[in-house]
């Protein structure tokens, strides 16, 4: 009897403090605090990006951003009824940049993997790619796979904080890995026989070694699986529904395929 009147005493205090206490947030605050709510209030998308990564995102002869991503982005800017704004910024920056609130999302040929969906999340890939190897004629010819780059002697450029300097880090222990803020830099080092091997993207190791047919050669068959996505902020649940929604809308009326036409048809051929 007494127990069950300390139990009855017990459910009466917490009832009692109910009223005062919140224990979930309903779905309207949720979407009050939602980055896609104040991207609409704000009437502005602000997007991050390297704009150093073509055909992805690079500069126009007028120096205003061009590319793949770009024409993402501004898509879905007019889907929203908004502005846009291109904040270009280094490659490695771009997460701390989303974190700390600068930008709204990332869109920068950035590939989803386990490291960085541990800080940042992820919609459904956009566009899928692998690793492949840009060779010096001079310092690798008789290199044919990316394991062989894994001996003491060999020098490997990569750029800083991309999945090729990740990759490269775990097979390639026994190699000296020089890394570099730019793209065009781990390029020169090859045609220039100072580096073995950059790790790249498909699309860019065919288009560096078009470029230096004459002192580079390519393997382009990926050594790797690359689903690049669009970055945003962790639990912003709204804004990722809508951005995954987004990409499967375009990619089922049509409008994805014409941006695929115009930026790559030339360089997969």
Same mark, same amino acid.
């Given at each position: 009897?007494?127990?069950?009147?300390?139990?009855?005493?017990?459910? @009466?205090?917490?009832?009692?403090?109910? =009223?005062?206490?919140?224990?979930?947030?309903? =779905?309207? &605050?949720?979407? !009050?605090?939602?980055?896609?709510?104040?991207?609409?209030?704000?009437?502005?998308?602000?997007?991050?990006?390297?704009?150093?990564?073509?055909?992805?995102?690079?500069?126009?002869?007028?120096?205003? =951003?061009?590319?793949?991503? %770009?024409?993402?982005?501004?898509?879905?800017?007019?889907?929203?009824?908004? /502005?846009? !704004?291109?904040?270009?910024?280094?490659?490695?920056?771009?997460?701390? @940049?989303?974190?700390?609130?600068?930008?709204?999302?990332?869109?920068?040929?950035?590939?989803?993997?386990?490291?960085?969906?541990?800080? %940042?999340?992820?919609? !459904?890939?956009?566009?899928?790619?692998?690793?492949?190897?840009?060779?010096?004629?001079?310092?690798? =010819?008789?290199?044919?796979? %990316?394991? &062989?780059?894994?001996? !003491?002697?060999?020098?490997?450029?990569? #750029?800083?904080?991309?999945?090729?300097?990740?990759?490269?880090?775990?097979?390639?222990?026994?190699?000296?890995?020089?890394?570099? #803020? $730019?793209?065009?830099?781990?390029?020169? /080092?090859?045609?220039?026989?100072?580096? $073995? @091997?950059?790790?790249?993207?498909?699309?860019?190791?065919?288009?560096?070694?078009?470029?230096?047919?004459?002192?580079?050669?390519?393997?382009?068959?990926?050594?790797?699986? &690359?689903?690049?996505?669009?970055?945003?902020?962790?639990?912003?649940? $709204?804004?990722?529904?809508?951005?995954?929604?987004?990409?499967?809308?375009?990619?089922?009326?049509?409008?994805?395929?014409?941006?695929?036409?115009?930026?790559?048809?030339?360089?997969?051929?």
């Amino acid at each position: 009897m007494r127990r069950t009147m300390v139990i009855v005493l017990s459910l @009466a205090f917490v009832l009692s403090v109910l =009223p005062g206490l919140s224990f979930a947030l309903t =779905p309207f &605050e949720i979407f !009050e605090s939602s980055t896609l709510n104040e991207v609409i209030k704000r009437n502005k998308l602000i997007v991050g990006m390297e704009v150093e990564f073509f055909p992805f995102e690079y500069a126009n002869e007028k120096g205003e =951003p061009v590319g793949f991503d %770009v024409d993402i982005a501004r898509l879905a800017a007019k889907e929203l009824g908004v /502005e846009i !704004e291109i904040k270009d910024m280094e490659f490695n920056g771009l997460i701390p @940049a989303l974190q700390g609130g600068k930008v709204d999302m990332i869109i920068s040929g950035m590939t989803r993997t386990l490291t960085r969906a541990k800080t %940042v999340s992820f919609t !459904e890939p956009y566009f899928e790619t692998g690793l492949c190897l840009l060779l010096s004629k001079k310092k690798a =010819p008789d290199i044919n796979d %990316v394991k &062989e780059l894994n001996n !003491e002697g060999r020098v490997v450029a990569v #750029k800083l904080g991309t999945t090729g300097d990740i990759i490269a880090t775990q097979m390639l222990a026994k190699a000296q890995i020089n890394r570099y #803020k $730019d793209e065009t830099a781990c390029v020169r /080092e090859v045609v220039t026989g100072r580096a $073995d @091997a950059f790790i790249y993207d498909q699309l860019s190791i065919s288009k560096h070694n078009r470029e230096n047919p004459d002192s580079t050669r390519a393997i382009l068959k990926p050594f790797t699986y &690359e689903p690049f996505a669009i970055a945003l902020r962790k639990g912003d649940f $709204d804004f990722l529904n809508w951005l995954n929604m987004y990409i499967e809308t375009i990619k089922r009326d049509g409008r994805y395929d014409e941006l695929y036409k115009k930026y790559f048809s030339d360089l997969l051929k």
